[in-house]
C-alpha cells in the first residue's frame, strides 16, 4: 500500500485522488457554509444592534422634548402665578382703603392672566403636530430684548429691581436667548416668592462668544430669595444652561441674600 500512495506517480491514481478531492470539496462547503453563518449572524446582529439604537435614541429624543415643555410649562406658570398672587393680596388689603390702587392691582391681575395664557398658548402650540389643521400660531420665543417688559411685570408687583449691561447688546442664537430670559425670569419668580422686600439685582454681560447672566439679591436670611433646597426652578436653569454647554451656579451670599449665575455660549463651536 506504501508503494501505491508514496511511489513516483501512483498518487495521481484516480483511486487515489477522488477520495482527496472528495474531502476537499467537504472541507470547502463546510468553510463557505461557516463563513456565511457567520457573515448572516453578523449581519443580524448589526440589524439587533441597530434597532435597539434607534428606538433608545427615540426615547431619548422623547424624553429630552418633555423635559423642554415641562421646564417652559413651570417658567411661565410659576412667573406669572406668583405676580398673580401678589397682585391679588394688595387689591384684597386695599380694596377698603384705597379703592383705587386696588383697581390698578386688579388690573396687573388680569394682564398677568393674559400673559399667562397666551404663553401658555404659545407652549402648546410646540405640540402640535406641524401641518394640522388646528396647530396654533405661535408668537416667537422670548429672548433678551423682553427683558425691559419682563421687569416692568414685577416692579408693577412691587420688587424693587435694579439693571447692569456690560459690553454691546447684539442678537443670540434663539436657544440661548430664550434660556437667558427664562433664568432671569426664574431667578426675579424666587425673590418675588421668597423675599418679596428685598432689592434684586439683574446683570447682563455679553462677552465675545459667551453672554454670563447673573441675578442676585439682598434678601435676608441664609437662602435669601430662594428656599432651601433644590426645587424644579433651580433644577430647571441648571438644565436650561448644561444644554448649552454652559455652565450654572446658584447659591447664598455671604451677608445675605442670594446669587443665581450662569454662563451660556452663544457660538456652534462651544455648545458642542
Known amino acids: 500500500m506504501a508503494r501505491v ?8 491514481a484516480p483511486e487515489v485522488l477522488a477520495p482527496i478531492a472528495a474531502i476537499g470539496m467537504a472541507t470547502a462547503v463546510g468553510d463557505s457554509l461557516r463563513s456565511r453563518r457567520a457573515y448572516v449572524a453578523a449581519i443580524e446582529e448589526r440589524a439587533r444592534r441597530a434597532e435597539e439604537t434607534r428606538e433608545e435614541e427615540g426615547e431619548r429624543r422623547v424624553m429630552e422634548e418633555r423635559l423642554h415643555i415641562a421646564r417652559e410649562l413651570h417658567d411661565v406658570l410659576a412667573h406669572h402665578i406668583a405676580l398673580i398672587n401678589v397682585q391679588a393680596q394688595v387689591a384684597a388689603y386695599m380694596l377698603a382703603s384705597e379703592p383705587e390702587q386696588a383697581r390698578t392691582a386688579l388690573g396687573h391681575v388680569r394682564e398677568a392672566g393674559k400673559e399667562a395664557l397666551d404663553e401658555l398658548r404659545t407652549t402648546v402650540g410646540l405640540l402640535r403636530r406641524p401641518g394640522s389643521r388646528d396647530e396654533l400660531l405661535t408668537e416667537p420665543a422670548p429672548g433678551l430684548d423682553r427683558l425691559p417688559e419682563l421687569g416692568d411685570s414685577f416692579t408693577a408687583a412691587g420688587l424693587k429691581l435694579g439693571w447692569l449691561l456690560y459690553g454691546d447688546p447684539r442678537p443670540l442664537p434663539a436657544p440661548v436667548g430664550l434660556a437667558a430670559y427664562r433664568i432671569v425670569q426664574e431667578a426675579l419668580t424666587n425673590v418675588s416668592k421668597h423675599a418679596p ?76
Do not use: C, K
Open 5 to 12: 500512495v508514496f511511489g513516483d506517480s501512483a498518487w495521481l
Open 197 to 272: 422686600r428685598a432689592t434684586a439685582t439683574v446683570r447682563i454681560e455679553y462677552a465675545a462668544d459667551e453672554v454670563i447672566v447673573n441675578v442676585t439679591d439682598d434678601g435676608q436670611g441664609g437662602t435669601g430669595g430662594i428656599s432651601p433646597g433644590f426645587g424644579h426652578g433651580l433644577i430647571g436653569m441648571r438644565e436650561r444652561a448644561l444644554s448649552l454647554d454652559g455652565t450654572f451656579l446658584a447659591g447664598p451670599v455671604d451677608g445675605g441674600g442670594f446669587r443665581v449665575h450662569a454662563v451660556l455660549p452663544t457660538s456652534r463651536e462651544n455648545r458642542r
